[in-house]
């Protein structure tokens, strides 16, 4: 039997204006569950341009608590009596530490938040700055349109995480990014491809659809790549946004396929976690 979901990933450009920058995202999370889909997966940070590229501190005032920030407001009373799901991006205050969050919604109810595990550190990703490195662990919801597990940009480069939001049961991944050009000693290293084949990997690897969700645009030293994309539980490509448009793309999702896929490969049967000590250490 099919298990049918449409999935969205809006992508978009980000300026000076934070209430415009929020206004827009909510604008396209509302034309998405009018074109129809069920999950709607909006960029990293959304509000506000990547201010990570640079350590000032008056930046901090930008952290908002869960119960008060705006975005996860709007996203609530939008998305109220319709039954989408929208993971909300933030920069959670939950002072004394800060963390870069997501909200997950679903029809007007927040039913969790997670906390970005993976925290980079390089010129043009200066997140340590800002961050402390999540303790949620790894999540997922289930909701009435399948068991989602989200990771917040950096993580995309771990297989542990997607492994371990799939072995909780995990339908499909979502991935909110905020990525793009590198500065300093990587200059001129464009890493899309890789970005795109190592999200290709984790789908493959545990049989579920994942779903990527870029911005685009030059701000300061950074220019996003765009490249949002949406595969299927076997890395096909199903949706791909270009590299420097606005734009929200749309799947269908068999998710009754994915199960029956999952199950039938024998990837999880025939995992030895008895021998995956090695994983739990910093060197081996």
Not at 131 to 146: A, D, E, L, Y
Not at 249 to 273: H, K, M, S, V
Request: aromatic share 10%.
């Amino acid at each position: 039997m099919t298990r049918a979901v449409v999935v969205a990933a809006i992508q978009r450009a980000f300026g000076e204006d934070r209430d415009l920058n929020r206004q827009g995202t909510v604008a396209a999370v509302a034309d998405a569950i009018a074109a129809g889909a069920d999950i709607v997966l909006p960029s990293e940070l959304f509000e506000g341009r990547y201010f990570c590229q640079f350590e000032r501190q008056e930046f901090f005032s930008w952290a908002t608590a869960a119960e008060e920030n705006p975005a996860i407001r709007a996203v609530r009373e939008l998305t109220a009596g319709t039954g989408v799901v929208v993971p909300v991006s933030f920069f959670e205050d939950a002072r004394p530490s800060y963390f870069n969050s997501v909200a997950v919604v679903e029809d007007g109810n927040v039913l969790g938040v997670y906390r970005k595990a993976h925290i980079p550190d390089g010129p043009g990703y200066e997140e340590k700055f800002y961050f402390t490195p999540g303790n949620t662990g790894f999540r997922v919801w289930p909701t009435r349109h399948g068991t989602i597990g989200v990771g917040i940009c950096w993580d995309q480069w771990f297989p542990e995480a997607a492994r371990a939001m799939a072995l909780q049961g995990a339908d499909l991944l979502l991935y909110p990014t905020a990525i793009g050009s590198e500065v300093g000693s990587q200059a001129g290293n464009d890493t899309s491809d890789m970005w795109r084949r190592a999200m290709d990997g984790h789908a493959v690897c545990n049989h579920v659809p994942v779903v990527a969700a870029n911005r685009v645009g030059v701000e300061d030293d950074l220019t996003f790549y765009g490249s949002s994309f949406i595969v299927d539980h076997r890395g096909r490509p199903l949706a791909e946004a270009g590299r420097d448009t606005t734009e929200t793309i749309y799947a269908e999702l068999d998710l009754a396929q994915a199960t029956a896929d999952r199950a039938g490969w024998g990837l999880f049967r025939d995992r030895r976690p008895e021998l995956y000590g090695d994983l739990t250490t910093t060197d081996g």
